[in-house]
Structures are given as structure tokens and as C-alpha cells.
Nanobody, 124 residues
Framework: QVQLAESGGGLVQAGGSLRLSCAAS????????MGWFRQAPGKEREFVAA????????LYPNSVKGRFTISRDNAKNTVYLQMNSLKPDDTAVYYC?????????????????WGQGTQVSVSS
């Protein structure tokens, strides 16, 4: 069992930056690939980023590639999402996720555990 808790969301102006954190409870954190999804009002949940168990491989959709960076610190049982050059379209609730395999974690069906979400609002 893995429990995930996001933090770091807030309100920021376009062009600004935020760093989200996801703290995991449990002793098997390093056994999971980790990822981030987001969901804006009226839209489907969207894959944002994923990172392999060791942190050596990452995956991003084109919508955030070059602006967002996912990282993890297995010693701290924490995964991060550094978001730069934020746009109003980035406004959403951001969810931390854990799954077994990095390539599949871009799909909601591959997620084993979800965090509760943290709100990110980007003003124009």
C-alpha cells in the first residue's frame, strides 16, 4: 500500500513557476514509477509527467515538455514536479500517481495509487 499526498499548489501569474511535491508513505516507494496527472474543469484527466523507479527515465507529453520537470528522491519518498513558464492552460488540479511501469503510467488505467490533488491556478 502506498499513500500519496501532494503539496505546493497555488496561484501564480503566467510565466511564473511552481514546484509541486508528492510525499509517499510506505516502504515500497522505490518499487513504483511515479507520475503526475492534471484535470481542468470540464476536461478529461491529462497525463503530465512520469519518472522511472530509479529516476533515470522520464516521460512528458508535448504540452509540457521543456517547461515541466519531474524528479524524485527515493531516500525521502518524494516526487517533485517543477513547473516553469506556466500558462493559464496549465490551470488544473494536479494529481500524483504511482504505477508499476513507466511506459504505461501515462494512462490512467495503469495507476495503482492516486493522491488527493492540489490546485494550480495560473492567471493571465
Amino acid at each position: 500500500q502506498v499513500q500519496l499526498a501532494e503539496s505546493g499548489g497555488g496561484l501564480v501569474q503566467a510565466g511564473g513557476s511552481l514546484r509541486l511535491s508528492c510525499a509517499a508513505s510506505g516502504r515500497t516507494f522505490s518499487s513504483y514509477a511515479m507520475g503526475w496527472f492534471r484535470q481542468a474543469p470540464g476536461k478529461e484527466r491529462e497525463f503530465v509527467a512520469a519518472i522511472s523507479r530509479s529516476g533515470g527515465d522520464t516521460l512528458y507529453p508535448n504540452s509540457v515538455k521543456g517547461r515541466f520537470t519531474i524528479s524524485r528522491d527515493n531516500a525521502k519518498n518524494t516526487v517533485y514536479l517543477q513547473m516553469n513558464s506556466l500558462k493559464p492552460d496549465d490551470t488544473a488540479v494536479y494529481y500524483c500517481a504511482a504505477g508499476r511501469f513507466l511506459p504505461n503510467l501515462q494512462h490512467e488505467g495503469a495507476v495503482d495509487y492516486w493522491g488527493q490533488g492540489t490546485q494550480v491556478s495560473v492567471s493571465s
